[in-house]
Structure formats: structure tokens, C-alpha cells
């Protein structure tokens, strides 16, 4: 098994590798860097200050390399570029950045002087808070609905539940989202719960009961929201793997040498069932952790990674958009790794030791 985690951990380094490389080289593509941006909004406030100057006449000249870079000096575009790093070619400047990020330093956003590091940290308490929670109701949910679903297959409960499940998988989340919003949030109807944010102004003068009481409180309608569509898939995933197993040849020897049902159904089906499903936990939560979360802190106005990388993106802050990309990539890649490992824990009839890499 050591062999196996060491070989896995050091094909980690290409495919990371690759990642960040196609990433990287999609980018030099994408127009309006962030020099162009700050040149723009420089431009802009020059103009309009001219345009004030000269009775609501525009004036201004010249021409740039950068589009929105007329009338500002060369030598101002050429300190801009020295301060991002752009004075540099784009490979030099990509093994600059995996150098720093091997050491883990992924520097300082162009436009929040702050670190890469400390705005993570800042965001991770919302996206872990909806990541956590979602993952932790859909499997208390959809286990026991699963398992009763593939027991009573074909029953009238199996019916409804799943009419059910297919209109949650059918409403995108952020449509649903808006729905909580207008009935529970102070809309057209109820005013049950907060419009926005995960605590309230006064969290810090609250008791330890009363924060968590007022934490629960804000992400009942966030969570509810990001739950599901994990809630109808990981419902379906169950009853499948457990009708899979019911139907094999040892339950029905199992049946045929005069064990219960009960016996059989948690002696021999529930492990074999549920392997797939346990093993498949920190995959899961890392997809839900990443999936989904932008357009729920959007509606729900929460500041978390999902919104980070979005606002990074559309700012082309390099640093925080390619930092969190190796960060989440690498978490990624070990998450993989850690479902491999649970199978093993699960069933340890599985051996990854006798598998070619």
C-alpha cells in the first residue's frame, strides 16, 4: 500500500503540472489583462476630467500598445508592467510561479493588497460552511431514502419519492435558490429567515448560544438551496448500487440456506451496497464544496471561494485566480487519492497494490 500512495502522489506532480500549464496558456488568449484594466479606468477618469475641463468636449490623443492607454506615457506602461511581471516572457514568467507556488508563496492579489493566503483563509469559512453542511444533509437524506426506495422497488412510495427526486434534479439551483428568497426571505410572503449574509451585525455581542442559534439561523436557505440537486443524485446512487446487490446470485443463496431477511440485507448487502457510496464521501463533498457554490453565494450574498475565483476572473487578478486553482487542484488530486484509501477501509478485499500505474 506504500508503494501505491507514493506512486500516486508523484504522478500528482505532472498532472498539476499540466493543469496549471493549460490554464496558464489559455489565458495569454483572454484580451483586457490587468494593465489594460488599470490603463482603462485611468483613461477614463482623464477623459472625464477633460471632458469637465472642456465644457463636455472630449479630448485626448495618442495611441498605446494597450487599448485604453491614449495620452498616458510609455514609461508609465513599462513601470506597470515591471510591477505585474509582464516586463518578462510568458514561459519565464510560469516557472517563476511554479517556483513560488512548489514553496507554497502565491504572493499578493494585484487589487486587495493582500496575500494570496490570507484571502483564502478569509473566504474558506462560507464555502466550507456550504460544502459541509450540504454533503452531511444529502447523505442522511438520501441514504435511508435510498435504501427503503430499492427495499420496496416498484411500491407506491417508490413511485412518489421518486416523481420527487426527478423535479429536485430538474430545478436548476439558482432558480430554486430565488425561490426560498421570495417565499422565506421577506419576498411576496414569509419573512422566516435573513435576506443575505451568515451572520448578523451584532454576531460578536451575541452569547456562544446565540451565535450558534443566528449561524443556523442564515444558512438554513443557503444550504436547503445547495442540497438539491446533491439529494436527488446521491438518492438515486443508493438505490441503484442497493438493487444492484440485492439482485446477485449469493443473496439468493444466502435466502435459499434459511438466513432472515434482516440477516441478509445487513449481514451481506448493506457493506457491499454502501461501499460505493462511503468510499465516494470526500469525492463528494469537494464536488459539492466546488460545484454549485458560485451561483448560491451570488443569490444568497455570501463572500466566499465560489465568488473569489469569479471576481478574480473577471478582474484578471492572475495571482488569486491561479493560486487557488493549484491549491484546489492539489486538494483535488489528494481527495482522489483519500477515496482510493476509503475503499480499502471499507472493503479491505480491494488491493490497489496489484494495479499498473
Known amino acids: 500500500m506504500g508503494a501505491y500512495i507514493i506512486r500516486r502522489i508523484l504522478l500528482m506532480i505532472p498532472t498539476l503540472l499540466g493543469i496549471m500549464i493549460v490554464n496558464f496558456a489559455l489565458v495569454q488568449f483572454v484580451p483586457g489583462g490587468p494593465i489594460e484594466q488599470i490603463l482603462s479606468q485611468l483613461d477614463e477618469q482623464t ?71 490570507d484571502l483564502v483563509l478569509e473566504k474558506m469559512p462560507v464555502s466550507i460552511t456550504l460544502g459541509l453542511w450540504t454533503t452531511l444533509l444529502a447523505y442522511l437524506i438520501s441514504i435511508p431514502m435510498g435504501i427503503r426506495k430499492a427495499v420496496r422497488d416498484g411500491s407506491r412510495f417508490d413511485t412518489w419519492t421518486s416523481g420527487v427526486i426527478i423535479m429536485a434534479y430538474a430545478i436548476p439551483g439558482f432558480l430554486f435558490a430565488i425561490l426560498l428568497l421570495v417565499v422565506f ?32 439561523w442564515h444558512i438554513v436557505l443557503p444550504v436547503t438551496a445547495n442540497t438539491i440537486a446533491a439529494f436527488a443524485t ?67 450574498s455570501l463572500d466566499g471561494l465560489g465568488r473569489l475565483s469569479f471576481e478574480a476572473a473577471v478582474n484578471r487578478d492572475y495571482p488569486v485566480l491561479f493560486g487557488t486553482l493549484y491549491v484546489f487542484g492539489m486538494m483535488g488530486l489528494l481527495v482522489n487519492l483519500l477515496s482510493d484509501l476509503t475503499y480499502i477501509w471499507v472493503d479491505p478485499r480491494i488491493d490497489f497494490e496489484s494495479r499498473e500505474t
Open 47 to 117: 477623459s472625464a476630467t477633460d471632458r469637465i475641463a472642456g465644457g463636455g468636449q472630449e479630448v485626448g490623443g495618442g495611441s498605446g500598445e494597450y487599448q485604453g492607454a491614449k495620452g498616458l506615457p510609455e514609461d508609465f506602461i513599462k513601470e506597470l508592467e515591471a510591477q505585474f511581471g509582464f516586463d518578462k516572457p510568458p514561459v519565464e514568467r510560469f516557472f517563476l510561479m511554479m517556483g513560488n507556488y512548489a514553496r507554497f508563496d502565491f504572493g499578493e492579489s494585484y487589487f486587495r493588497s493582500i496575500s494570496v493566503i
Open 185 to 216: 426571505a421577506g419576498g411576496s410572503y414569509l419573512q422566516w429567515f435573513p435576506l443575505r449574509g451568515l451572520t448578523s451585525d451584532n454576531f460578536a455581542e451575541l452569547s456562544l448560544l446565540g451565535k450558534a442559534k443566528d449561524y443556523l
Open 234 to 300: 446521491l438518492t438515486l446512487l443508493t438505490k441503484n448500487s442497493f438493487l444492484d446487490e440485492i439482485r446477485k446470485q449469493y443473496v439468493m443463496t444466502a435466502r435459499a440456506k434459511g438466513l432472515t431477511e434482516g440477516r441478509v440485507f445487513y449481514g451481506h448487502v448493506f457493506r457491499n451496497a454502501m461501499l460505493i457510496i462511503i468510499a465516494g464521501f470526500p469525492a463528494a463533498f469537494i464536488s459539492i464544496f466546488f460545484a454549485g457554490s458560485l451561483i448560491i453565494e451570488i443569490v444568497f
